[in-house]
């Protein structure tokens, strides 16, 4: 929820608006935020945090949700980042007073809000943790309308599906060649969507093909994944974005468990759901 206090004469005059209906203010207003941390701002690991980082420094950034799951985008510059660190932290609630609102003319944006927020010098964050907010849960886009273009390409996506097919793997890195791998998902009706991770993120795929010991559909959720316009021989898909991507494959969420029962009943499914790389001395991989 949004509460913009008006400073017209008229004192504890309130009006509060939707977070998805918000206009803009003038940058003379209070303005209030009640909201919750959707996604993580500050720290070392790029998969748990939406850190950029620029030539010279750290610009911090995060989306919070407010109690009616509408999203919005902070910014918290260099000079301001430590000022407000112990504060944004994910999933903590606050009330952020005084702070700038700017056009979201990113030209990939976190959420679909109109406008991003800018931390300053004089922000407040008051009544941290004081304010019971439901944790919002992932917006799955389907499949098919990513294929039909019916989804913007600008704005970060979630996507879940089972693994389906692995495509081309570069595992070892070698000049400007980075590690990444090419796969497809399928969704519960069939649908089939590519897929690329890089560096980190391919890592990490590799590190549970490695480590995995039980068998059945390999479900792999990727929130704020970036859609990929179809180039040459690469099909339109998805790929994880560089600071703000999370990445969680046949973990225990209540969104993945509930698919991968219902995808081990699909016969039409990933097969054996069986997802083992091996590698060539260039780094090719195949299917063992």
């Given at each position: ?104 003319d ?19 964050l ?5 304010f ?92 704020n ?14 790929s ?49």
């Amino acid at each position: 929820m949004v509460v913009v206090r008006k400073h017209d004469g008229e004192r504890n005059k309130e009006e509060k608006r939707n977070i998805d209906k918000y206009e803009k203010v003038h940058k003379a207003l209070s303005v209030f935020i009640v909201g919750w941390i959707h996604s993580s701002c500050y720290g070392v690991d790029p998969l748990e945090m939406v850190v950029i980082e620029t030539t010279d420094a750290w610009v911090v950034q995060m989306v919070i949700c407010d109690a009616k799951g509408d999203n919005a985008h902070i910014i918290a510059p260099t000079v301001y980042a430590n000022q407000y660190k112990a504060e944004l932290v994910e999933n903590n609630t606050f009330i952020l007073q005084n702070f700038e609102i700017e056009k979201n003319d990113l030209t990939i944006k976190y959420c679909h809000h109109p406008f991003k927020f800018i931390l300053n010098g004089n922000t407040l964050l008051q009544d941290l943790n004081e304010f019971e907010i439901a944790k919002p849960g992932f917006k799955f886009v389907p499949f098919d309308e990513i294929k039909n273009g019916k989804v913007r390409k600008d704005v970060l996506i979630d996507v879940i599906g089972s693994f389906h097919e692995l495509g081309y793997t570069q595992l070892v890195p070698g000049g400007a060649r980075k590690v990444h791998i090419n796969f497809k998902i399928k969704d519960l009706t069939g649908n089939i969507l590519p897929c690329i991770l890089w560096e980190l993120f391919a890592e990490k795929f590799v590190k549970y093909n490695n480590e995995r010991k039980d068998d059945g559909p390999v479900v792999i959720l990727i929130h704020n994944a970036m859609i990929k316009e179809a180039i040459d021989k690469y099909e339109l898909g998805v790929s994880n974005a560089w600071n703000s991507t999370k990445l969680f494959i046949n973990e225990d969420l209540p969104e993945i468990v509930p698919f991968q029962k219902r995808f081990a009943y699909i016969k039409k499914g990933c097969g054996s759901g069986d997802l083992e790389l091996s590698t060539t001395s260039q780094g090719q991989p195949s299917l063992s």
